[in-house]
Each structure stands twice: as structure tokens, then as C-alpha cells.
């Protein structure tokens, strides 16, 4: 059983900046697939970043440039650093993580940016 408590968000202007957390319990997490993904109202829920347990990255094409996605396998915890925030990025942003054929999510931590 892994748990993910994601952490970090908050309301921010445009242009701005927020890092988000995600911490994991359970031994798996250094063999995981981890993923920010973010929930905006009344749309459905899109993968913002994921990194692999090699540490490989990619990114939605909206966020490129900006976000950048990193873990420290040592503190169970992988990160979403946003920079120049948009209106557009306002949504719940929730944690994955992934391994094999299971799959695990936080609740979700809202990021509002206002312009």
C-alpha cells in the first residue's frame, strides 16, 4: 500500500511561482512511475508531468518551459516546481504513483492563479 500526500498548493499571481510536494510512504516508491496531474473545474483530469523511476521525464505541452518535475528517491517525495503561473493552470493538482498494474493517488491540493 503506498500513500501520497501532496502539499504546496495555494492561490498565486500570474507570473508567480509554487512548488508542490508529494510525499509517499512505502517501500515502493524509489521503483515507481510518479505524476502530477491536475483536475480543472468541469474538465477532466489531465497528466501534467511524469517522471520514471529512472528518472526520466515528459510533460504536458501547456507546461513545458515552465514546470519542471524532479524526485529525491531518499525523502519519498517528488516535486512540481511552476513558474509563471497562469490563469489557466488554476486546478486541483493530484499525485500518481505507478507500479506494474497498480496505481496510487493523493487528494489533491488546489493551486489558484488569479490574473
Known amino acids: 500500500q503506498v500513500q501520497l500526500v501532496e502539499s504546496g498548493g495555494g492561490l498565486v499571481q500570474a507570473g508567480g511561482s509554487l512548488r508542490l510536494s508529494c510525499a509517499a510512504s512505502g517501500s515502493i516508491f524509489r521503483f515507481s512511475d510518479m505524476g502530477w496531474y491536475r483536475q480543472a473545474p468541469g474538465k477532466q483530469r489531465e497528466l501534467v508531468a511524469g517522471?520514471?523511476?529512472?528518472?526520466?521525464?515528459n510533460y504536458a505541452d501547456s507546461v513545458k518551459g515552465r514546470f519542471t518535475i524532479s524526485r529525491d528517491n531518499a525523502k519519498n517525495t517528488v516535486y512540481l516546481q511552476m513558474n509563471s503561473l497562469k490563469p489557466e493552470d488554476t486546478a486541483v493538482y493530484y499525485c500518481?504513483?505507478?507500479?506494474?498494474?497498480?496505481?496510487?493517488w493523493g487528494k489533491g491540493t488546489l493551486v489558484t492563479v488569479s490574473s
Open positions: 500518481n504513483a505507478a507500479r506494474g498494474s497498480m496505481f496510487y
Open positions: 517522471i520514471t523511476s529512472g528518472g526520466i521525464t
